[in-house]
């Protein structure tokens, strides 16, 4: 883990026995959106102590499949300003997904 002021960039591993790879194709499994978004707002209560309301996500983009036994970074970045967190996971420096999420006030 790296900190900065206003973000912070994990390393993760995604273990194959997940049970969100279970029934999310069988032959090929892999890591749903959805699990990757409650992902970014758990660790956004760990590390920046946030209660999140999300009113909207911005530049939502899936560019990359995630498979079992990734090894991703995820980093996120903090705008109290803006109540605004951006989030992107890597894999091997390749974007897989990216966005921004905007909290209600």
Not at 5 to 10: D, F, I, T, W
Request: aromatic share 10%.
């Amino acid at each position: 883990m790296r900190t900065r002021p206003s973000g912070v960039a994990l390393e993760l591993r995604v273990p194959a026995t997940l049970s969100w790879f279970r029934g999310h194709f069988a032959s090929h499994p892999i890591l749903p959106g959805v699990v990757q978004l409650a992902w970014v707002i758990a660790y956004a209560r760990a590390h920046f102590g946030l209660d999140p309301a999300v009113e909207r996500i911005i530049g939502l983009k899936f560019q990359r499949i995630i498979r079992p036994g990734a090894e991703l970074e995820l980093d996120l970045l903090w705008s109290p300003a803006n109540r605004s967190l951006d989030f992107q996971f890597r894999e091997r420096a390749a974007t897989c997904s990216s966005g921004r999420f905007v909290l209600t006030r």
